[in-house]
C-alpha cells in the first residue's frame, strides 16, 4: 500500500509554498514524524514529516518548485518488510562495501560527532552548511544551548575564505578547498564572473510583491517628529540593576514605544484598524507588530496583548523573538495577525527613514538612531539625546491631523515616561 505526502496546511493567509530541500530521497526508509522535505512560505520554511512508515518510493516535486495546499509531494511504500525489499537492501549494501571500502571506513569515525552535531544545528543552518559542504562539527554554535545558527555557518564560510594578508601573523598558509556558494548556482554565469545569478527565495519574492501592492493599493504619506530622550536614557540608567535583578532581562528601549504606541492608538484608533472594503475595522485590542531584520528579509512577529503586559514582558518577548528569528525556529503563529508594527532603523545606524505599510495594517512607527544634538530649551542651547521618529499612515482613513497630533502625543509620553504609567 502506498502514502501520498501531500503539502499540508500552512498557516493563516498562507496558501503557497516553494519546495527548500529534500531531507529524504527516493529509497530512504522512514520512520512516522520523519522529516522529509522541507518547504519555504512567505513566512517561515515548514518541515513535512512521514505519517506513516514505508520506503520514499518517488519524489514529485523538486527544489524550488512553487506547490499548493493539498499537491503531492512525494510517495511512500508501505510494504517493506517484504522479501524482496530485503534482497534489494542487501544488493546496495554489498555494492556500496565493495565499491566505497575506504570512504566507509574514513567517515566511520566521523559519524558519531556528525551525529551529535544534527540534534542542535537549526534546518538552515543544516541546509546552508550542505550546500556550502561545510564540515558542522567544525562550526562553534551560538544559539541557545550551543545551536549552531544560519549566522554561524555563514561566519565559519567567511573565515574560511578570509584572503591570506587578513591571517594572523605566522600562521601556515594551507590550501582549502572554495566553499561552493550559499545560494542557487548562477545560470549562465559570465566568463570574468563580474555578475552572478541568484535564484530569490520565497519569502523574499513575497516580501517584494508586498511591497509593491502595499505602495499600488493604499494612499501612503509619512510624516515626523524629534523625540528628546533624555528622561528615558536617566530612567534606563538608574534603573536598569534592579531591573535587571529583578526580571532577569535588560531594560531596553523598545518597551518605552511599545507602550507609548499603544497610548497613542487609544487615543487615536484609526491608527489601530484596517480597511475592509467600504469600512474600516476598528481594533479595541493591540497585538504591536515587531519588524526584525533576518538574512533572508524583514520578519514582523507579533506581541499580542501589548497593552496588558509589563514592561518586563515586553522586553522578555522581544528578546525570544530575536532569539527565534536568529535560529530560524519562527512559526506562522508568531507572526499571524498584528494591528500596528513598530521598526527599529536605528539599531543599523539609520538616522531618518520613511517606513512602509504592513498591509492590512493603516500605520507603522519608524524609530531611528538616538544621537546627540544641539537643541534650544527655554532659549538656551542644550546637547541632549534626540531621535527622529516617522509615522507612515494610510491616508484613506487617517488624516494628516490624526496622525501629526499621534506622533506628538507619542513623543509627549516618551519625553515624560511617568506618564506610561498612568496610561496602564
Known amino acids: ?252 528601549f523598545m518597551s518605552f514605544f511599545v507602550k507609548a504606541s499603544i497610548g497613542a492608538l487609544k487615543a487615536f484608533p484609526r491608527l489601530n484598524a484596517e480597511i475592509q472594503g467600504d469600512e474600516f475595522v476598528l481594533k479595541h485590542y493591540y497585538d504591536i507588530g515587531m519588524a526584525i531584520g533576518a538574512e533572508e528579509g524583514l520578519v514582523v512577529p507579533v506581541i499580542r496583548d501589548a497593552d496588558r503586559l509589563s514592561f518586563a514582558q515586553v522586553e522578555d518577548a522581544i528578546k525570544e523573538y530575536v532569539t527565534k528569528v536568529r535560529e530560524g525556529s519562527l512559526s506562522l503563529e508568531d507572526l499571524r495577525g498584528g494591528t500596528f508594527t513598530i521598526t527599529n532603523g536605528g539599531v543599523f545606524g539609520s538616522l531618518l527613514s520613511t517606513p512602509i505599510l504592513n498591509p492590512p495594517q493603516v500605520g507603522i512607527l519608524g524609530l531611528h538612531k538616538i544621537e546627540e544634538r544641539p537643541v534650544v530649551i527655554d532659549g538656551e542651547v542644550a546637547v541632549r539625546p534626540m531621535m527622529y521618529v516617522a509615522l507612515t499612515y494610510d491616508h484613506r482613513i487617517v488624516d494628516g491631523r490624526e496622525a501629526v497630533q499621534f506622533l506628538v502625543r507619542l513623543k509627549e509620553l516618551v519625553e515624560d515616561p511617568e506618564q506610561l504609567l498612568l496610561e496602564g
Open 1 to 252: 500500500m502506498t502514502t501520498e505526502v501531500v503539502v499540508p496546511q500552512l498557516g493563516e493567509s498562507v496558501i503557497e509554498a516553494t519546495v527548500g530541500e529534500w531531507l529524504k530521497q527516493v529509497g530512504d526508509q522512514v520512520q512516522v514524524g520523519d522529516v522529509i522535505v522541507s518547504l519555504e512560505t512567505d513566512k517561515v520554511d515548514v518541515e513535512v514529516g512521514a505519517e506513516t512508515a514505508g520506503v520514499l518510493s518517488k519524489i514529485e516535486r523538486q527544489v524550488g518548485e512553487d506547490v499548493a495546499i493539498g499537491d503531492v509531494l512525494a510517495v511512500i511504500d508501505e510494504d517493506t518488510g517484504t522479501a524482496e525489499q530485503q534482497t534489494a537492501d542487501d544488493e546496495r549494501r554489498t555494492v556500496e562495501e565493495v565499491e566505497e571500502p575506504r570512504e566507509a571506513q574514513a567517515e566511520a569515525g566521523a559519524e558519531g560527532a556528525e551525529g551529535a552535531v544534527e540534534e542542535r544545528v537549526t534546518p538552515v543552518a543544516r541546509r546552508l552548511a550542505e550546500e556550502a559542504a561545510v564540515d558542522l562539527t567544525q562550526v562553534e554554535g551560538t544559539g541557545a544551548g550551543g545551536r549552531v545558527t544560519k549566522q554561524d555557518v555563514q561566519g565559519y564560510m567567511d573565515r574560511r575564505q578570509a584572503p591570506p594578508a587578513a591571517r594572523t601573523a605566522g600562521e601556515p598558509q594551507r590550501r582549502e578547498a572554495t566553499p561552493a556558494p550559499a545560494v542557487t548556482a548562477p545560470a549562465a554565469p559570465q566568463p570574468d564572473g563580474r555578475e552572478e545569478h541568484v535564484r530569490m527565495t520565497r519569502r523574499r519574492r513575497t516580501i517584494a510583491q508586498r511591497l509593491v501592492e502595499a505602495q499600488q493599493t493604499a494612499a501612503m504619506l509619512t510624516t515626523f517628529n524629534e523625540i528628546d530622550m533624555t528622561a528615558v536614557v536617566e530612567m534606563r540608567q538608574r534603573h536598569r540593576q534592579s531591573f535587571q535583578d529583578r526580571h532577569g532581562i535588560k531594560l531596553g
